[in-house]
Protein backbone atom coordinates (compact mmCIF):
# COMPACT_ATOMS: atom_id res chain seq x y z
CA UNK A 1 0.00 0.00 0.00
CA UNK A 2 1.03 3.21 -0.75
CA UNK A 3 -0.02 6.99 0.15
CA UNK A 4 -1.30 8.81 -2.72
CA UNK A 5 1.10 11.55 -4.17
CA UNK A 6 0.60 14.55 -6.63
CA UNK A 7 2.71 14.63 -9.70
CA UNK A 8 5.04 18.04 -10.31
CA UNK A 9 5.19 19.60 -13.76
CA UNK A 10 8.18 17.42 -14.53
CA UNK A 11 6.42 14.20 -13.17
CA UNK A 12 4.09 14.90 -16.13
CA UNK A 13 6.45 15.62 -18.35
CA UNK A 14 8.57 12.12 -17.08
CA UNK A 15 5.17 10.14 -17.13
CA UNK A 16 4.29 11.95 -21.34
CA UNK A 17 8.18 10.39 -21.71
CA UNK A 18 7.60 6.85 -20.36
CA UNK A 19 4.04 6.82 -22.02
CA UNK A 20 5.54 7.45 -25.54
CA UNK A 21 8.17 4.53 -24.79
CA UNK A 22 5.35 2.19 -24.04
CA UNK A 23 3.40 3.03 -27.11
CA UNK A 24 6.62 3.06 -29.40
CA UNK A 25 7.31 -1.00 -28.63
CA UNK A 26 5.26 -3.90 -28.43
CA UNK A 27 5.63 -4.59 -24.56
CA UNK A 28 3.43 -6.81 -21.87
CA UNK A 29 4.95 -5.84 -18.94
CA UNK A 30 5.83 -2.86 -18.12
CA UNK A 31 6.16 -1.00 -14.71
CA UNK A 32 6.37 2.39 -13.73
CA UNK A 33 9.18 3.01 -12.32
CA UNK A 34 9.29 4.06 -8.58
CA UNK A 35 11.05 7.33 -8.68
CA UNK A 36 8.67 8.95 -10.97
CA UNK A 37 6.10 7.66 -8.73
CA UNK A 38 7.72 8.48 -5.13
CA UNK A 39 10.89 10.42 -6.32
CA UNK A 40 10.97 14.20 -4.55
CA UNK A 41 11.77 15.16 -8.11
CA UNK A 42 8.29 14.33 -9.55
CA UNK A 43 5.94 13.95 -7.12
CA UNK A 44 4.74 15.68 -4.14
CA UNK A 45 2.97 15.07 -0.50
CA UNK A 46 -0.76 15.33 -0.20
CA UNK A 47 -2.37 16.59 2.71
CA UNK A 48 -5.01 13.68 3.76
CA UNK A 49 -3.61 11.50 0.91
CA UNK A 50 -5.15 8.11 1.57
CA UNK A 51 -3.47 4.81 1.94
CA UNK A 52 -4.27 2.91 -1.82
CA UNK A 53 -3.30 -0.29 -2.53
CA UNK A 54 -3.35 -1.44 -6.15
CA UNK A 55 -6.08 -3.62 -6.61
CA UNK A 56 -8.23 -5.55 -10.36
CA UNK A 57 -9.70 -3.23 -12.40
CA UNK A 58 -11.64 -4.69 -15.22
CA UNK A 59 -14.68 -2.39 -15.13
CA UNK A 60 -15.67 1.91 -14.27
CA UNK A 61 -17.43 0.25 -11.40
CA UNK A 62 -14.48 -1.22 -9.92
CA UNK A 63 -12.36 1.67 -10.00
CA UNK A 64 -15.09 3.93 -8.79
CA UNK A 65 -16.08 1.29 -5.38
CA UNK A 66 -12.82 1.19 -4.41
CA UNK A 67 -11.60 4.96 -5.07
CA UNK A 68 -14.88 6.78 -3.93
CA UNK A 69 -14.70 5.79 -0.43
CA UNK A 70 -11.26 5.92 0.33
CA UNK A 71 -11.71 9.95 -1.79
CA UNK A 72 -14.32 11.27 0.15
CA UNK A 73 -12.64 12.98 2.96
CA UNK A 74 -10.81 14.80 0.69
CA UNK A 75 -13.11 15.34 -2.33
CA UNK A 76 -13.53 18.80 -3.05
CA UNK A 77 -9.54 19.12 -3.32
CA UNK A 78 -8.76 16.63 -5.89
CA UNK A 79 -11.90 16.63 -7.63
CA UNK A 80 -9.75 19.20 -10.38
CA UNK A 81 -6.33 18.56 -9.40
CA UNK A 82 -4.55 17.61 -13.19
CA UNK A 83 -1.18 16.69 -10.38
CA UNK A 84 -3.38 14.08 -8.00
CA UNK A 85 -4.87 12.30 -11.25
CA UNK A 86 -1.88 12.22 -13.04
CA UNK A 87 -0.33 10.25 -10.09
CA UNK A 88 -3.08 8.18 -9.71
CA UNK A 89 -3.20 7.44 -13.57
CA UNK A 90 0.14 6.92 -13.72
CA UNK A 91 -0.18 4.26 -10.27
CA UNK A 92 -2.52 2.08 -11.69
CA UNK A 93 -1.15 2.18 -14.89
CA UNK A 94 -0.84 -1.60 -15.26
CA UNK A 95 -4.24 -1.98 -14.01
CA UNK A 96 -6.00 0.03 -16.53
CA UNK A 97 -3.64 0.21 -19.76
CA UNK A 98 -5.39 -1.65 -22.73
CA UNK A 99 -4.07 -4.48 -24.21
CA UNK A 100 -4.89 -6.74 -27.10
CA UNK A 101 -5.23 -10.14 -27.26
CA UNK A 102 -1.98 -11.30 -26.72
CA UNK A 103 -1.55 -9.05 -23.87
CA UNK A 104 0.66 -5.70 -25.32
CA UNK A 105 -0.20 -3.00 -23.95
CA UNK A 106 -2.41 -0.71 -26.90
CA UNK A 107 -2.55 2.74 -25.41
CA UNK A 108 -4.06 5.54 -26.74
CA UNK A 109 -2.67 8.38 -28.27
CA UNK A 110 -4.29 10.70 -25.99
CA UNK A 111 -1.90 11.01 -23.06
CA UNK A 112 -4.95 12.21 -21.50
CA UNK A 113 -6.04 8.38 -20.52
CA UNK A 114 -3.69 8.93 -17.75
CA UNK A 115 -2.30 12.19 -17.02
CA UNK A 116 -3.52 15.76 -17.26
CA UNK A 117 -1.32 18.99 -17.77
CA UNK A 118 -3.03 21.30 -15.62
CA UNK A 119 -1.65 23.92 -17.41
CA UNK A 120 -2.85 23.32 -21.01
CA UNK A 121 -6.55 24.16 -21.49
CA UNK A 122 -6.80 21.91 -24.44
CA UNK A 123 -5.42 18.78 -21.62
CA UNK A 124 -8.22 19.97 -18.96
CA UNK A 125 -11.01 19.81 -22.26
CA UNK A 126 -9.93 15.93 -22.37
CA UNK A 127 -10.05 15.24 -18.82
CA UNK A 128 -13.37 13.45 -19.33
CA UNK A 129 -10.69 10.78 -21.12
CA UNK A 130 -8.75 9.91 -17.94
CA UNK A 131 -9.80 6.14 -17.01
CA UNK A 132 -10.23 7.11 -13.13
CA UNK A 133 -10.96 10.27 -13.28
CA UNK A 134 -13.99 9.63 -15.10
CA UNK A 135 -15.33 6.24 -13.84
CA UNK A 136 -15.19 8.36 -10.11
CA UNK A 137 -17.34 10.76 -11.25
CA UNK A 138 -19.56 9.03 -12.64
CA UNK A 139 -20.35 7.11 -9.83
CA UNK A 140 -20.77 10.36 -8.01
CA UNK A 141 -22.68 12.11 -10.33
CA UNK A 142 -25.18 9.17 -11.40
CA UNK A 143 -24.65 6.09 -9.75
CA UNK A 144 -26.81 3.49 -10.80
CA UNK A 145 -28.69 5.03 -12.82
CA UNK A 146 -25.65 4.65 -14.86
CA UNK A 147 -25.18 0.99 -14.57
CA UNK A 148 -24.83 0.61 -18.45
CA UNK A 149 -21.71 2.71 -18.18
CA UNK A 150 -20.35 1.89 -14.88
CA UNK A 151 -20.38 -1.61 -15.98
CA UNK A 152 -18.10 -1.02 -18.97
CA UNK A 153 -14.43 -2.01 -18.89
CA UNK A 154 -12.57 1.11 -17.35
CA UNK A 155 -10.74 1.90 -21.18
CA UNK A 156 -13.72 1.66 -23.14
CA UNK A 157 -14.99 4.83 -25.02
CA UNK A 158 -17.55 4.11 -27.28
CA UNK A 159 -20.30 6.41 -28.85
CA UNK A 160 -22.31 6.49 -25.80
CA UNK A 161 -19.73 6.76 -23.14
CA UNK A 162 -18.13 9.42 -25.38
CA UNK A 163 -21.12 11.59 -25.62
CA UNK A 164 -22.21 11.26 -22.03
CA UNK A 165 -18.51 12.22 -20.71
CA UNK A 166 -17.71 14.90 -23.36
CA UNK A 167 -20.31 16.68 -23.15
CA UNK A 168 -20.61 18.32 -19.70
CA UNK A 169 -23.89 19.72 -20.11
CA UNK A 170 -24.95 16.23 -20.68
CA UNK A 171 -23.37 14.32 -18.32
CA UNK A 172 -24.82 16.63 -15.17
CA UNK A 173 -28.17 16.31 -16.93
CA UNK A 174 -29.59 13.27 -15.09
CA UNK A 175 -32.18 12.88 -17.11
CA UNK A 176 -30.63 13.68 -20.65
CA UNK A 177 -27.91 10.16 -19.44
CA UNK A 178 -30.86 8.26 -18.32
CA UNK A 179 -32.63 8.94 -21.72
CA UNK A 180 -29.92 8.21 -23.83
CA UNK A 181 -29.00 5.00 -21.75
CA UNK A 182 -32.99 3.48 -22.41
CA UNK A 183 -33.28 4.12 -25.39
CA UNK A 184 -29.45 3.19 -26.96
CA UNK A 185 -29.44 0.28 -24.62
CA UNK A 186 -30.72 -3.11 -23.84
CA UNK A 187 -29.76 -5.89 -21.50
CA UNK A 188 -26.55 -4.52 -20.74
CA UNK A 189 -25.61 -3.93 -24.36
CA UNK A 190 -25.64 -1.30 -27.02
CA UNK A 191 -28.15 -1.69 -29.26
CA UNK A 192 -27.05 -1.88 -33.11
CA UNK A 193 -27.35 1.02 -35.63
CA UNK A 194 -27.75 3.82 -33.04
CA UNK A 195 -25.30 5.97 -34.21
CA UNK A 196 -26.38 7.83 -37.55
CA UNK A 197 -29.17 6.72 -37.86
CA UNK A 198 -32.46 8.60 -37.63
CA UNK A 199 -33.84 8.81 -34.67
CA UNK A 200 -29.76 7.97 -33.41
CA UNK A 201 -27.74 9.18 -31.17
CA UNK A 202 -26.57 12.39 -32.65
CA UNK A 203 -30.15 12.62 -34.07
CA UNK A 204 -31.17 12.85 -30.36
CA UNK A 205 -28.26 15.53 -29.54
CA UNK A 206 -29.36 17.89 -32.63
CA UNK A 207 -33.33 17.72 -31.48
CA UNK A 208 -32.44 18.05 -27.65
CA UNK A 209 -30.70 21.08 -28.71
CA UNK A 210 -33.76 22.16 -30.73
CA UNK A 211 -36.60 21.55 -27.74
CA UNK A 212 -34.45 23.64 -25.62
CA UNK A 213 -36.15 26.71 -26.90
CA UNK A 214 -39.39 25.61 -25.40
CA UNK A 215 -38.47 23.22 -22.28
CA UNK A 216 -35.62 22.77 -20.10
CA UNK A 217 -34.49 19.91 -21.33
CA UNK A 218 -31.45 19.65 -18.98
CA UNK A 219 -33.40 19.76 -15.45
CA UNK A 220 -36.28 17.11 -16.94
CA UNK A 221 -36.70 13.76 -15.82
CA UNK A 222 -36.12 10.96 -18.61
CA UNK A 223 -39.78 10.00 -18.80
CA UNK A 224 -40.81 13.53 -19.74
CA UNK A 225 -38.03 13.82 -21.83
CA UNK A 226 -39.15 10.61 -23.64
CA UNK A 227 -42.88 12.25 -23.67
CA UNK A 228 -41.64 15.03 -26.12
CA UNK A 229 -39.55 13.06 -28.57
CA UNK A 230 -41.02 13.36 -31.77
CA UNK A 231 -41.93 10.15 -33.61
CA UNK A 232 -38.77 9.33 -35.39
CA UNK A 233 -37.28 7.80 -31.93
CA UNK A 234 -40.34 5.69 -31.72
CA UNK A 235 -38.23 2.71 -33.30
CA UNK A 236 -36.07 3.23 -30.42
CA UNK A 237 -38.22 3.27 -27.20
CA UNK A 238 -38.26 0.47 -24.96
CA UNK A 239 -41.46 -1.92 -24.71
CA UNK A 240 -42.26 -0.07 -21.09
CA UNK A 241 -42.32 3.03 -22.08
Do not use: C
Not at 1 to 25: C, I, K, N, P, Y
Request: proline share 4%; glycine share 8%.
Amino acid sequence: MSFARVLTAEGVDAARRFLAEVRAGRLVDVEVPDELLFGSVYSAGLVGAPDLERVAIGTRRDAALYLGPRLEPIQREIADHAGFWSWLGMYYFAETAPRDRDGVLRLSPRDETFVVHGDEERSKQRQYRHYLWSAWRLQQAHGSSADFLLDERINSFGDIADRVFSYSRIFNANGIVQLILRLYTEDGRQKRGFGRARGGLRHLIRVLDQLERTYDVYGMPAEALMRILPGDFDAWRPEAV
